[in-house]
């Protein structure tokens, strides 16, 4: 039974069972399950993008255009509920699919046009941010200051909570759920992870892989609608700049969580623990006193030491192997 | 077979941390009662700044600091380089979280922190803000660094006595960060208002923004003197637009005589365009003494101490400084326990002066 969990998704889970203990040493208050909830809501836009994410790397692709469509899909929700006039639920489903319509401009161009993921989402990154300040422009509202106005019920949805569980983690859970089942239950799972492994021999197979890259940017696009949304709600504002700090800390917890960088080995469980992980490693290193400024240094010691970790996993120490029974052979 | 056991040994080791976790949280609650009797030494105010790493807010820091040394309290500074909505509301939960007394905050947003802030005061934390306020009805104090009528009149009294004969036609423009900022916008609206009254044959030929950020602020400064090359003054209540413009003038070889360039921005970030000659005036308050106060405010209040407005606290090294109603700064929403404490002064800098000053 035990053996079937990752060895790794369980070094996660250690770790994050000591950030719970470490922190709570240095302030109790840490362990206060309600805040230990609640902090969900400032790292569930970065859990969110990254389960989809981790879909796109396990192709072998990469995603950092989801920054932007955040602000994109924010200043839609904006845009459409308060000066179009349409119905907030109306906005929020537009915004998520403007999300997915950007993840479709990328993914056509990557899986059909075979350009590179990452010139191709580095354009994207800044077209969609062009496009989210070009439409606060045209609304009349400052790109300082935004849309505000929301009804309570939008603010509900990130800020208020089901039977004491805060909405944040529950939208965590579904997110993650829906990123699961997708991944590791659907045949589209294992096709993600045969393109992956080699895009030609699953081409062969009778895969159409480009149809399964070009889905995959699709999913990627719409998370990262669905995390404007979010962000929105929890803010109560809709600003264009907003998922600009993002960018590392969504590609730390998929690198962190697991998924390889060059595609075909990975999963979403590992995504989640390292999001929380690192969700609690910020609020924890907050409440010992450390200052937020300096946060980020913390974080790139963890990215770099797992990965090293990762690193040595069994095909390097093989490798190790071979090059010291190799040299023993020469010498 | 060992890496079985070495696999039950660590279920079971993470089972015992939850239980001292577990534990903890209980012990956790009964501490929490005994709160409100907290040594004065103890109270911990969180004091945020719009963004790290700008001299205005590390000025204010120091003065925070200072006082809190000098009180005998607590002061922690978090800001994050990225002045974000989302940033904020995350430092705000955080100090909500662990625990602090009080938070003095200057908001980068005057609605997009709401939430949070109601979530702060809902669990007990007093909330002050400084610089740049929020809605008043998520705060007990705004320490402001002047009501409208103040710096307004102040901006346009700085550009007129530098003017051989204030009375004659001119033609002025307006630099500042952007068309929605609250305290800024509210100075200018006065200032135009004041314009009218006392030089009405001052005509204000455009009004740009520079989104508070140093590149674009220098373009615009730029193409202000470029579009209106018979401009006779430019006035910049922004701490970003007003060193741009005086950079963008001395880019053209201008100086204080060709073209009357002043507004709000720190000494520090202005005392060369003084000294070469670039400008001859600007003005600010003391932003250590408002961050001092935000925080003394802020302490003060977390004792247990009732606010009343119209009422005085006695602040140290500062004498005593009047609460007043949120009505001086415009607002509608009045209450007893909400309202203003106004910097009792500000400050003009000119070649004189500002080697004094040291933020």
Not at chain 1, 248 to 260: A, Q, R, Y
Not at chain 1, 283 to 307: D, P, R
Not at chain 2, 191 to 201: H, L, T
Request: proline fraction near 3%; aromatic fraction near 8%.
């Amino acid at each position: 039974m035990l053996k079937k969990i990752p060895k790794w998704n369980l070094v996660l889970f250690v770790i994050i069972v000591l950030e719970i203990l470490v922190f709570g040493m240095m302030n109790p208050r840490f362990w206060n399950t309600s805040i230990l909830l609640n902090s969900f809501n400032d790292f569930v836009p970065i859990a969110i993008i990254g389960f989809f994410l981790t879909l796109v790397v396990i192709t072998g692709g990469i995603d950092i255009s989801g920054v932007s469509i955040i602000g994109l899909s924010s200043v839609v929700t904006g845009l459409l509920s308060q000066t179009a006039g349409l119905n907030i639920w109306a906005a929020v489903v537009c915004a998520v699919l403007t999300g997915g319509l950007c993840g479709l401009l990328n993914g056509v161009l990557i899986a059909y046009a075979r350009v590179q993921a990452m010139v191709i989402t580095l354009g994207g990154m800044l077209l969609y941010s062009g496009i989210a300040i070009v439409l606060v422009g045209l609304s009349g509202v400052s790109t300082y200051e935004g849309f505000t106005g929301f009804p309570e019920s939008f603010g509900q949805m990130a800020n208020g909570e089901i039977l004491g569980l805060p909405n944040a983690v529950i939208i965590f859970f579904i997110l993650f759920l829906i990123a699961y089942i997708l991944l590791h239950r659907t045949r589209f799972g294992r096709y993600l992870y045969l393109t992956g492994i080699n895009q030609n021999t699953a081409e062969y197979a009778g895969i159409n892989t480009k149809r399964v890259m070009m889905t995959a940017y699709v999913l990627s696009g719409l998370s990262a609608g669905v995390a404007g949304v979010v962000l929105t709600s929890y803010l109560g504002s809709a600003r264009s700049d907003y998922g600009a700090e993002y960018l590392m800390p969504i590609l730390t917890v998929v690198v962190l969580g697991g998924t390889l960088i060059t595609g075909g080995k990975g999963g979403v469980v590992g995504t989640a623990l390292a999001s929380i992980l690192l969700g609690f490693m910020q609020i924890g290193l907050q409440m010992a006193g450390v200052a937020t400024q300096y946060i980020g240094l913390a974080t790139g010691v963890l990215l770099i030491v797992s990965v090293a970790f990762l690193g040595i996993n069994p095909d390097f120490r093989l490798n190790v192997k071979r090059i010291i029974t190799h040299k023993q052979n020469g010498g | 077979m060992g890496k079985l056991k070495s696999m039950k040994l660590l279920i079971l080791v993470t089972i015992v941390m939850m239980f001292v976790a577990a534990c903890g949280s209980k012990d956790e609650g009964k501490s929490d009662d005994g709160g409100a009797k907290k040594d004065k030494k103890d109270i911990q105010v969180v004091f945020i700044p719009k963004m790290t790493g700008n001299a205005f807010f590390e000025s204010g820091n120091d003065g925070a600091q200072e006082m809190a040394k000098k009180v005998g309290f607590k002061v922690k500074y978090d800001g994050a380089p990225e002045g974000t909505v989302a940033n904020q509301v995350q430092i705000i939960n955080s100090a909500v979280n662990s625990g602090a007394d009080a938070i003095a905050i200057s908001s980068v947003s005057s609605d997009g922190l709401n939430q949070a802030l109601k979530k702060a005061l809902d669990a007990g934390v007093k909330v002050v803000t400084w610089d740049s306020d929020v809605d008043p009805k998520y705060r007990s104090v705004y320490v402001n660094q002047g009501t409208p009528e103040i710096l307004g009149k102040m901006l346009v009294d700085m550009a007129a006595e530098q003017m051989k004969n204030p009375n004659d036609a001119k033609k002025i423009a307006w630099f500042y960060s952007s068309p929605t900022v609250p305290d800024q916008n509210a100075w200018v609206d006065y200032a135009n208002k004041y314009i009218k009254e006392k030089y009405p044959k001052w005509e204000v030929v455009t009004t740009q923004f520079g989104d508070a950020n140093e590149q674009k602020s220098l373009q615009v400064g730029g193409s202000i003197l470029e579009s209106y090359p018979d401009i006779d003054a430019i006035i910049c209540p922004d701490s970003t637009a007003l060193p741009a413009m005086a950079q963008a003038a001395e880019n053209k070889g201008l100086k204080a005589e060709d073209v009357i360039i002043t507004g709000f921005a720190s000494p520090n970030s202005m005392r060369q365009f003084i000294e070469n000659g670039t400008i001859h005036n600007h003005g600010l308050w003391d932003v250590k003494d408002q961050g001092a106060l935000a925080v003394y405010i802020a302490y003060w209040l977390a004792q247990g101490n009732e606010l009343k407005v119209g009422e005085s606290i006695d602040v140290p090294d500062m004498g005593s400084v009047k609460v007043e109603p949120n009505s001086i700064q415009g607002y509608d929403y009045t209450a007893d326990d909400s309202g203003i404490i106004v910097l009792p002064e500000r400050i003009v800098f000119t070649k004189e002066n500002t080697n004094d000053y040291n933020f």
